[in-house]
């Protein structure tokens, strides 16, 4: 069982509707991380939060927005997304985002997201 | 830009035979190389990882193989099981600004056939 819980698993929803996804970490790491994941393509980094605070946004339309409300928490709130956002969620968090040394990222297994 | 690049994208392989995914990268600033393994319906697990002063790494049947002259590294999996049936991505581990930040290659379907 993976140790990055993500709620929903399954999300279908109009381009007016708002919704949020939610990622869940115990483990005590200070960083998460929400990738997008086409089919059949690597995942895509969007947003990092370290230490509950947003340290990089790669250029991510505004309908999408982040939230980390805890260390242990992180939240994705959608609003008026296009049918080309339709993919796979990821969420990942480790042990920090900084320095040199290398802490691997554990990943949730994402939410699958539909727009109609 | 494809910063990564991973072949093949997909791999058919008999049971019990050697998988190979070779990957390429341009940044001799990357200084990390992870392997993630994603089976369906899941999301990417870390399977096995080098730094560029190592030039192989064995753990089980993965075996990573690096070379930085050539910037080239590859995973090698040793008696394949159908288990072992998933995407690999290679990956990148570079740090800007203080931050690391991880550029994955395409990915590699495999597909093991008993």
Known sequence: ?116 | QQQVKQSPQSLIVQKGGISIINCAYENTAFDYFPWYQQFPGKGPALLIAIRPDVSEKKEGRFTISFNKSAKQFSLHIMDSQPGDSATYFCAARGVSGGYQKVTFGIGTKLQVIP
């Open chain 1, 1 to 116: 069982d993976t140790e990055v819980t993500q709620t929903p698993k399954h999300l279908v929803m109009g381009m007016t509707n708002k919704k949020s996804l939610k990622c869940e970490q115990h483990m005590g790491h200070r960083a998460m991380y929400w990738y997008k994941q086409k089919a059949k393509k690597p995942p895509e980094l969007m947003f990092v939060y370290s230490y509950e605070k947003l340290s990089i946004n790669e250029s991510v339309p505004s309908r999408f927005s982040p939230e980390c409300p805890n260390s242990s928490l992180l939240n994705l709130h959608l609003h008026a997304l296009q049918p080309e956002d339709s993919a796979l969620y990821l969420c990942a968090s480790s042990q920090d985002h900084r320095g040199l040394l290398f802490w691997p990222q554990h990943f949730g297994d994402g939410t699958r997201l539909s727009i109609l």
